[in-house]
């Protein structure tokens, strides 16, 4: 418990999209407790990880100094394991020699090999400040667009599809909207363990009456406040969804003066869903064809009606396509634009939705700004004083097979710079990821900890955890939040934008952030954070135009789009047009496509990854935080009742897990929540890393992995 003599600072939790509020207990440099403060996103809620998840920033495992990896040391990914020791492979440096050596190397390489043979994997766990940063550095001061973070690997599919249908790649209302709702449909995700105050807002609005839909092939807790409850086949969401698009065409529940004005494409949606009735799609997606004209039904006649996703639908190689399907559902019943309605994609880390503003994605400059686009390009040049490169960027997938390209390939990736990304955990096909990862010329890793990453470096720098810095996060619910300094970093750590501004200046980038500021201080760990912001601000008007620095240290959080200074913001859009070329919002047809790797005779069974609600990621952080490593302290493999029996597997046994891409052995658990034929394997832990065993094959649009499924052998150790 907080003692009388501790501090109390306000800043956001670390870890999901939710965006909860936090109040610290700090007693000199070290947190002693946490409480949930009354933010928009959480009035005071916390979950478990919020609430207990805070240690990590004080783990003996925290790096304090710059490493650099020992002459002749090898890079092996074999060795990576629970409990790596940094002394194994790497001495100890100066921030100047490992700052020299980075900046060194990244020259080098594009001296001789040309700036597309650099790039940068940027974080969704750190601020506003820090991924708009970050882009800038890889776009001027490598001179490549090759710069990616996670969100490739959880919502690209959804952005791709809401990019292209509703011209804008951001949730249209708030969770709390579900208090205006009367019908809900959750999909493929899992608020109870991944997002839990969010599921506590929906959990509320059942209580008032709402009618809660979760549709998943895993029984989830939130199913347990459900009035439906769709456990459909795995892999089978298309034609699922498709089928209640075809009721709502075909009982006449169509919104026709929203359709009318608002949407185009309904003829060839219309078109496309006659082979799609719920007797024909009953069979493929193991729901009763009655109970999908119910559902159907009670969406399209509810008064407003919302719904959520998740990683569920979108890891999958038809992840845009599921996301199509759900723009459909609304655009064809008008449950778009209007308090208690609309679609979002819960966002999975806590700065996802904000790292994605900022531009850390290879396509698109700030705000969504094409790179294609030629008159962006020189925009951001004139504005950034460096011309940018007119050759499109590669995602993160795309970047590590780069990076195992022939070694005369002019396009393979040599250099890389990586800020509080964990791709040797994160990435399908790990296997590939981290030899790709391995044989890289040059990698420079700034992180708290000797991720498994970090492990396979060159120059390792000490970075800082999120209670460190100052700075803004945007949640899924589109609120910019600032978040404040609670302790400096140990040792020699530093703070992540100082770091990005010694790289930049040793690359010769002329920034001046750190100058000092007229409204804030830019000492005590600011490293020109406010500047920083403000410059991005302009870069970014249509959305935040109207959010200033100043704003947010009075007001705290605002929503955006927000375009002047007495705009209150605007939680919800798309109440008049939608921001495409024509206005409206285009339907787009998906047919049914399968799995890249479907079970066989020699893989028959299906692997399904995810989180737990006490584990985050890759476990970086959650596995460092003693409550939540106790509650959680190693992997397992869920299988149902049935599938343990056929296997003569009891519980706390150990199972061997093989793909076509690894293999990794870890004790069974059973739950029957995971249907028949499937197995369940949270991704965080390295002792059994799913990863090993997931397919890298992608959407072709989104770029998104699909990690979600593929087909794996099950047998007794
Ligand atoms: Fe943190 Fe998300 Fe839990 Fe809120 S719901 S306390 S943001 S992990």
């Known amino acids: 418990a907080a003692g009388t003599g501790a501090r109390r600072v306000d800043t956001l939790c670390p870890y999901c999209g939710v965006g909860c509020r936090i109040r610290v207990a ?10 949930g403060a009354m933010g928009p996103a959480n009035e005071g809620r916390l979950c478990v990880k919020g609430r207990f998840g805070w240690d990590y920033a004080h783990s003996p495992e925290r790096l304090t100094r710059p490493l650099i990896r020992k002459p002749g040391a090898p890079k092996d990914p074999a060795a990576i394991r629970r409990g790596l020791d940094w002394r194994e492979v790497f001495r100890e440096a100066s921030w100047d020699e490992a700052l020299d050596l980075a900046a060194a190397g990244f020259l080098r390489l594009r001296a001789q090999h040309g700036p597309q043979t650099l790039a940068g994997f940027g974080s969704a766990k750190g601020t506003n400040e820090e991924a708009y940063l970050f882009q800038k550095l890889v776009r001027t001061g490598f001179g490549t667009h090759n710069v990616d973070h996670c969100t490739r690997l959880c919502h690209a599919s959804s952005v791709a599809a809401l990019l292209e249908g509703l011209g804008s790649g951001a949730v249209s209302n708030p969770v709390r909207d579900v208090a205006h709702a009367d019908f809900i449909l959750v999909i493929g995700a899992n608020p109870a363990s991944n997002h839990p105050v969010a599921a506590t807002w ?15 092939p895993r029984h989830t807790d939130l199913a347990l406040h459900a009035w439906r409850e769709l456990r459909f086949k795995p892999d089978t969401d298309l034609a699922l969804l498709n089928a209640l698009l075809h009721v709502i065409v075909t009982e006449g529940l169509v919104n026709e003066s929203f359709v009318r004005a608002r949407t185009e494409g309904y003829e060839a949606l219309v078109e496309h869903l006659r082979d799609y009735s719920p007797e024909r799609m009953a069979p493929l997606c193991g729901i009763a064809a009655d109970t999908l004209r119910e559902v159907a039904r009670a969406y399209a006649s509810a008064q407003a009606a919302m719904i959520f996703w998740g990683m569920g639908i979108t890891q999958h190689v038809h992840g845009t396509d599921n996301v199509r399907c759900l723009i ?6 008008g449950h778009i634009g209007r ?13 996802v939705q904000g790292a994605s503003d900022a531009g850390l994605i290879p396509m698109m400059l700030p705000n969504y700004q094409r790179v294609a686009d030629p008159e962006v390009r020189d925009w951001f040049s004139r504005f950034w004083g460096v011309p940018l490169s007119d050759v499109p960027g590669l995602t993160v997938v795309e970047i590590l097979n780069a990076a195992l390209a022939a070694e005369a390939d002019p396009q393979r990736i040599r250099g890389m710079l990586i800020m509080g990304e964990n791709p040797a955990m994160s990435d399908p096909d790990l296997a590939h990821a981290r030899a790709a990862l391995a044989r890289l010329e040059h990698l420079v890793v700034q992180d708290a900890f000797l991720t498994e990453t970090a492990w396979l470096a060159d120059v390792v720098l000490p970075a800082s955890t999120w209670f460190e810095k100052t700075g803004t996060a945007t949640n899924t619910d589109r609120t910019v939040q600032l978040g404040r300094q609670v302790r400096t970093p140990p040792g020699e750590a530093r703070a992540d934008l100082w770091i990005l501004q010694r790289v930049a200046e040793r690359l010769g980038l002329q920034w001046d952030y750190e100058k000092k500021s007229n409204t804030a201080p830019d000492d005590a760990g600011y490293y020109g954070v406010e500047r920083i912001y403000e410059e991005m601000r302009q870069t970014m008007a249509a959305a935040i135009g109207g959010i200033s620095w100043a704003r947010l240290e009075q007001e705290g959080s605002v929503t955006y789009p927000c375009v002047s200074a007495d705009d209150p913001g605007q939680p919800v859009v798309f109440r008049e047009r939608f921001p495409t070329p024509s206005g409206r919002l285009k339907l787009v047809p998906a047919a049914l496509s399968p799995a890249a790797e479907r079970p066989d005779a020699d893989y028959p069974y299906v692997l399904i990854t995810g989180r737990q609600l006490e584990h985050w990621h890759t476990g970086a952080m959650t596995r460092r935080s003693a409550v939540l490593d106790a509650l959680e302290p190693g992997p397992t493999a869920s299988l149902c009742g049935a599938d343990m029996a056929a296997l003569g597997l009891v519980p706390g046994e150990r199972v061997s897990v093989r793909s076509r891409r690894g293999e990794i052995q870890l004790p069974v658990r059973q739950d029957d929540g995971t249907p028949r034929g499937a197995v369940f394997i949270p991704f965080a832990y390295v002792e059994a890393a799913a990863n090993l065993l997931t397919n890298p094959a992608l959407d072709p649009l989104g770029k998104i992995p699909e990690v979600k499924y593929c087909a794996v052998q099950l047998s007794r150790v």
């Open 26 to 35: 700090v007693e000199g440099e070290t947190i002693v407790a946490v409480e």
């Open 202 to 216: 929906i959990k509320n609005a059942v209580a008032r009456g709402a009618r809660l839909v979760v549709a998943d």
């Open 328 to 333: 459909a559902l609304a655009a064809l019943t």
């Open 339 to 351: 308090p208690g309605t609309g679609l979002h994609p819960l966002r999975g880390q806590n700065n």
